[in-house]
């Protein structure tokens, strides 16, 4: 069993466990609604996961070493704001990419 073998047998056994956990969800409770015991803890799987992936590309963002930009800090926290202020997500992200493409050319001029 080469290399390339090996590969594609992790590769297949994660799709399978992937496939399997989504299942568990999806397919046991499809028709049936769920124990309280079980909703209440996924309501802030979605608030708990997003600054978790968020935070280090703006705090130790790779594109500049590891070091801590003020554009991303200004563009987070700008984001943070209008997405607070308005209560609306698309809103909080076009504001945000506006302050992380933007604020580069006004602070050059």
Same mark, same amino acid.
């Given at each position: 069993?080469?290399? +390339? ?6 590769? #297949?056994? %994660?799709?399978?466990?992937?496939? #399997?956990? !989504? ?8 028709? !049936? +609604?769920?124990?309280?015991? &079980?909703? !209440?803890? *996924? !309501? ?11 935070? $280090? &590309? =703006? &705090?130790? $963002?790779? #594109?500049? /070493? /590891?070091?801590? +930009?003020?554009?991303? %800090? ?17 809103? #909080? ?6 302050? *992380?493409?933007? &604020? $580069?050319? =006004?602070?050059?001029?």
């Amino acid at each position: 069993m080469g290399p +390339d073998t090996q590969l594609w047998v992790v590769i #297949a056994a %994660l799709a399978v466990g992937s496939y #399997a956990l !989504r299942f568990s969800f999806i397919g046991f409770y499809a028709n !049936r +609604d769920m124990p309280l015991w &079980l909703l !209440r803890p *996924l !309501r802030y799987a979605g608030v708990a996961i997003i600054p978790g992936l968020v935070a $280090p &590309l =703006v &705090l130790w $963002p790779e #594109a500049t /070493g /590891g070091e801590t +930009d003020p554009v991303r %800090l200004s563009a987070a926290v700008a984001t943070f704001v209008s997405g607070y202020v308005t209560g609306n997500v698309i809103v #909080a992200m076009l504001t945000g990419a506006a302050f *992380l493409y933007g &604020l $580069p050319f =006004v602070l050059s001029y």
